[in-house]
């Protein structure tokens, strides 16, 4: 099929990690992006991977990829409440015969984090 | 540093009415797109512009309209509003068109058709 799926809500505690999972579903994608979107706010990027990677750290995030069951994952390491928010990953999924492509969202995961 | 600015960031129109949602972008990118977000639904390409002068259809382009006024601004154009058409509206732009230039989106109108 065509969607990117996300589970849609994760719940931690401040302090603790965050695994947000999203599966894909065209194994040609180049690019996996992680965005982030707080009320009332447009989407920020927070990491991308490229294809040819397994893994991508940056501070605090943790980017995992899992080419073969086309599996990408975002581990925010001692996670805040400023971390609360919704989590989208998306592809970049390419046309080769007419050189052009879209970016296709997942659903969104809303990370709720307690104090 | 602006980004990419939308107005208005709220409206609510009647069904039937007309309305233009206006974007526009200060770091000299060539692509820019216009994306709906309903709830459970992430979001949908509705057109893109790889670059001045051309727009392409994204997925769900019935019952709009665009323009690329010029390589900063990008409009969409609701001609006759329906309430399926209630949505938070978002720009965005990149360096090229997708690929491994990140797209930067702006804060979103969100627009109520009664």
């Known amino acids: 099929g065509e969607d990117v799926e996300q589970s849609l809500f994760l719940s931690v505690r401040e302090g603790d990690s965050s695994v947000i999972n999203c599966t894909y579903t065209?194994?040609?994608?180049?690019?996996l992006y992680w965005y982030k979107q707080e009320p009332g706010a447009g989407l920020q990027l927070l990491t991308y991977?490229?294809?040819?990677?397994d893994m991508k750290q940056d501070q605090r995030l943790t980017v995992l990829l899992n080419k073969k069951d086309k599996h990408l994952s975002l581990r925010i390491a001692d996670t805040q409440t400023g971390d609360s928010a919704i989590y989208f990953c998306?592809?970049?999924?390419?046309?080769?015969?007419?050189?052009?492509?879209?970016?296709?969202f997942g659903q969104g995961t809303t990370l709720q984090v307690k104090p | 540093n602006a980004g990419v600015t939308q107005t208005p960031k709220f409206q609510v129109l009647k069904t039937g009415q007309s309305m233009t949602l206006q974007c526009a972008q200060d770091m000299n990118h060539n692509s820019m797109y216009w994306y709906r977000q309903d709830p459970g639904m992430g979001l949908r390409l509705i057109y893109y512009?790889?670059?001045?002068?051309?727009?392409d259809k994204g997925e769900v382009p019935n019952g709009y309209n665009v323009s690329r006024l010029n390589k900063r601004e990008f409009s969409l154009r609701l001609e006759s509003a329906a309430p399926s058409q209630t949505s938070v509206y978002f720009c965005?732009?990149?360096?090229?068109?997708?690929?491994?230039?990140?797209?930067?989106f702006g804060d979103g109108t969100r627009l109520s058709i009664l």
């Open positions: 065209d194994s040609s994608s180049t690019y």
């Open positions: 991977i490229f294809s040819n990677m």
């Open positions: 512009s790889a670059s001045e002068g051309t727009t």
């Open positions: 998306a592809e970049t999924r390419f046309n080769g015969s007419s050189n052009t492509g879209k970016l296709i």
């Open positions: 965005a732009s990149s360096e090229a068109l997708f690929g491994n230039q990140p797209q930067h």
